[in-house]
């Protein structure tokens, strides 16, 4: 399966945490914890990516490779420090509603990533169940105060979004 229009390949991350401890960082649920990676496992990615940082072949094409986190989970801090060792930076996006909640990024952590050279980009302001099945007005709202608050944070645009619990649509595009 090759195409002319696959040039990057995303690879998706939620939290990091250290053996199975998973109220650390972002959501606490049992639905939330089956996307938290344990950080050896999380290193063990790390090694493969090194073998070729920044191209993979995939599909039988060399790809650009992406690293994103979803949430905002305060264990972005140390997936930072993992991977700028590297000279890699990644996109994180942040629930904006959990900020400085338990598990969740501060301002000033939030501000540092950015500052490091990290993308934020907006993950909804509540991170709703189904982002597809809200109204137009809750849309509207999810999206606009979420940029609204990063851009407050950032003191720039935020311009990248990435809708929480994988439920997409053209209206929430």
């Given at each position: 399966?090759?195409d002319?229009?696959?040039?990057?390949?995303?690879?998706g991350?939620?939290?990091?945490?250290?053996?199975?401890?998973?109220?650390?960082?972002?959501?606490?649920?049992?639905?939330?914890?089956?996307?938290?990676?344990?950080?050896?496992?999380?290193?063990?990615?790390?090694?493969?990516?090194?073998?070729?940082?920044?191209?993979?072949?995939?599909?039988?094409?060399?790809?650009?490779?992406?690293l994103?986190?979803?949430?905002?989970?305060?264990?972005?801090?140390?997936?930072?420090?993992?991977?700028?060792?590297?000279?890699?930076?990644?996109?994180?996006?942040?629930?904006?509603?959990?900020?400085?909640?338990?598990?969740?990024?501060?301002?000033?952590?939030?501000?540092?990533?950015?500052?490091?050279?990290?993308l934020?980009?907006?993950?909804?302001?509540?991170?709703?169940?189904?982002?597809?099945?809200?109204?137009?007005?809750?849309?509207?709202?999810?999206?606009?105060?979420?940029?609204?608050?990063?851009?407050?944070?950032?003191?720039?645009?935020?311009t990248?979004?990435?809708?929480?619990?994988?439920?997409?649509?053209?209206?929430?595009?």
């Amino acid at each position: 399966m090759e195409d002319a229009y696959t040039k990057t390949l995303v690879l998706g991350y939620h939290d990091v945490v250290r053996h199975e401890d998973f109220k650390s960082s972002g959501f606490q649920s049992p639905d939330a914890n089956i996307y938290k990676v344990d950080r050896a496992d999380f290193t063990k990615h790390l090694e493969v990516f090194l073998r070729n940082p920044t191209r993979w072949l995939f599909f039988r094409k060399l790809r650009n490779v992406v690293l994103t986190f979803d949430d905002g989970g305060v264990s972005a801090v140390d997936v930072a420090k993992m991977i700028e060792q590297f000279g890699w930076r990644a996109y994180f996006f942040v629930t904006t509603d959990r900020i400085g909640s338990d598990g969740f990024l501060n301002e000033a952590q939030i501000q540092a990533l950015h500052k490091s050279g990290h993308l934020i980009g907006s993950h909804s302001c509540s991170h709703p169940i189904r982002m597809a099945r809200c109204t137009e007005e809750q849309l509207d709202r999810e999206w606009s105060e979420s940029v609204r608050v990063l851009e407050r944070i950032l003191g720039e645009p935020v311009t990248t979004a990435a809708g929480p619990g994988g439920y997409y649509s053209r209206k929430v595009a």
